[in-house]
């Protein structure tokens, strides 16, 4: 079946604009999950939703960063007023819920750099 | 919170030779160790994963073994080949629920002819 699915693959910005990557995931995965990679460096877990819900977010870097999930499908994560710091591999996965853990698929990336 | 620590960073090893990377971690509650493997480029992919009611686990030529009083666990791969070459990430969570994994920094192994 098809994986997870993230959306753009690359993207350049300026520093101060907003951006929104998307993510969709393995359909019947109820749990979604974010990271940031950056450059050369390990995963730093964002925010994770169960359902539509997001019971962590204490990964967010700043207020910046939000983001939301709709019919426990697609997210979007979304980043106001760029900045530099932002630049990295956004990397979405999912993963059945309740009861687990359970394996984490992960998409592709988005590449966001931000000039 | 969690924290994970990885070592060693780089990993350089013979075609054929075994490989270990070693993994601590700090919340003694975590009870689920998974290993992640990234190729240049590609996304993390699940090679092995561990739950604290086993010691140790084997998937053909990969192993994890886990020492719960120590909180720490390993990855074994023997008889490494040139594809091995990537980088590992090991993490910790929590079962019962869906929940965030703590990765460690990854650690760059090069399997050389």
């Known amino acids: 079946g098809a994986g997870v699915s993230q959306s753009p693959s690359n993207k350049v910005t300026e520093k101060g604009k907003d951006v929104e990557l998307r993510c969709d995931p393995i359909?019947?995965?109820?749990?979604l999950y974010w990271y940031r990679q950056r450059l050369g460096q390990g995963l730093e877990f964002l925010i994770y939703?169960?359902?539509?819900?997001?019971?962590?977010k204490s990964g967010l870097p700043s207020d910046r960063f939000s983001a939301e999930r709709t019919g426990e499908s697609v997210s979007t994560l979304t980043i106001q007023r760029t900045q530099q710091e932002d630049s990295a591999v956004y990397l979405c996965a999912s993963s059945r819920g309740q009861g687990g853990p359970y394996e984490q698929y992960f998409g592709p990336g988005t590449r966001l750099t931000v000039t | 919170g969690e924290n994970v620590e990885q070592h060693p960073s780089t990993l350089s090893v013979q075609e054929g030779d075994s490989a270990v990377i070693k993994c601590t971690y700090s919340?003694?509650?975590?009870?689920?160790f998974p290993w992640y493997k990234q190729e240049l480029g590609k996304r993390p992919q699940l090679i092995i994963d561990?739950?604290?009611?086993?010691g140790e686990k084997k998937d053909q030529r990969i192993a994890v073994t886990l020492n719960k009083t120590a909180k720490h666990f390993s990855l074994h791969i023997t008889e490494t080949q040139p594809e091995d070459s990537a980088v590992y990430f090991c993490?910790?969570?929590?079962?019962?629920?869906?929940?965030?994994?703590?990765f460690g920094t990854g650690t760059r192994l090069q399997v050389t002819l």
């Open positions: 359909s019947g995965h109820t749990a």
């Open positions: 993490a910790a969570s929590l079962t019962g629920t869906a929940s965030k994994l703590t």
């Open positions: 939703f169960q359902g539509n819900s997001a019971p962590d």
């Open positions: 561990i739950r604290s009611n086993v």
């Open positions: 919340d003694s509650a975590s009870n689920y």
